[in-house]
């Protein structure tokens, strides 16, 4: 496809490419606060278990967000879910670029609450819009074509990682919220006027009660993501990148770049996963690739 035949693509077509541009928009800054906030946390002396619960509320109310964001999204449309999600993270970052002495540990995990509920409006309204361009009788494709978007959004995050050190290195943590922020602004202005249509709006406006009674009896999938993003909270981010500071003394630019080198990779490995999973028979994974995923 030339350049030139991006104008004959479909209206809904053009409104997803700007909600993923979006999307990519607000992972490298999610991304980048991570990381900002783990090293910047450590080098006032927090303790990693005191850094982990600093996150402990974006992963609380990202779960939250999950079980309503379905009836957010068909009720007000995807692209304004999409610019709350970006103006929400926008206040976020302005929340932290304040004297350090205000920076108090709720204080901060209030800060990062919201920037979990903007994360996950981000996520919701880009997975959605795909929904909308997919056959649906092409199950095969669609999960192609998520596979990619989390994938890119991992990589995009490990790149976030990259610039969170070296921000902190060369402008300090207020400074690196500053300019986040006003970048992240320009994206949501420009999205403000570019995003008109009400892209996955429902006709007919479903009960709270429904969606929500829906979403507590699938609870069996938001339950497992949770332990596994306490686990990963706990268990394994924090601690290594407070680990790999502590016992080799590396600088933040250092360990922003080992931890980005890694999780663009894990990206990489999300995005290809259909070709191994069952892309090349035209089927849909099965129960036992997902088994053996979890196992490895």
């Known amino acids: 496809m030339g350049l030139l035949s991006v104008?004959?693509?479909?209206?809904?077509?053009?409104?997803?490419l700007v909600i993923t541009g979006n999307y990519w928009a607000f992972t490298?800054?999610?991304?980048?606060?991570r990381m900002l906030v783990v090293l910047h946390f450590y080098q006032l002396g927090y303790s990693p278990l005191s850094i982990a619960m600093l996150f402990l509320f974006y992963e609380i109310f990202g779960v939250i967000t999950n079980l309503v964001g379905g009836w957010l999204g068909t009720s007000l449309g995807l692209n304004k879910t999409m610019n709350i999600g970006l103006a929400i993270q926008i206040v976020a970052l302005a929340m932290l670029a304040v004297p350090a002495d205000m920076l108090t540990v709720v204080y901060v995990m209030i800060a990062q609450a919201l920037s979990g509920i903007a994360k996950d409006l981000n996520k919701m309204s880009a997975k959605s819009a795909i929904k909308l361009l997919v056959p649906k009788d092409a199950e095969s494709k669609l999960y192609q074509w998520v596979a990619l978007l989390t994938g890119s959004k991992n990589a995009l995050k490990g790149?976030?990682?990259?610039?969170g050190g070296l921000l902190l290195t060369l402008i300090g943590f207020k400074g690196a919220m500053i300019l986040?922020?006003?970048?992240?602004?320009?994206v949501w202005v420009f999205s403000l006027?570019?995003?008109?249509e009400d892209i996955g709006k429902a006709t007919n406006k479903p009960k709270f009660k429904d969606i929500f009674l829906k979403a507590l009896l699938s609870i069996s999938s938001p339950l497992p993501a949770c332990f596994c993003l306490g686990q990963e909270t706990f268990g394994l981010w924090w601690p290594s990148l407070c680990f790999l500071a502590a016992t080799f003394d590396w600088s933040h630019w250092w360990v922003g770049s080992f931890m980005a080198s890694w999780v663009i990779g894990y990206g990489i490995v999300q995005s290809v996963a259909p070709y191994f999973t069952g892309k090349k028979k035209g089927v849909l994974p099965t129960?036992?690739?997902a088994f053996c995923g979890q196992a490895i």
């Open 28 to 33: 490298l800054t999610d991304g980048a606060l």
């Open 287 to 289: 129960g036992r690739a």
């Open 193 to 196: 006027i570019v995003l008109k």
């Open 7 to 16: 104008t004959d693509l479909s209206s809904q077509v053009k409104q997803y």
């Open 180 to 186: 986040m922020a006003s970048l992240l602004a320009i």
């Open 159 to 163: 790149v976030g990682f990259f610039i």
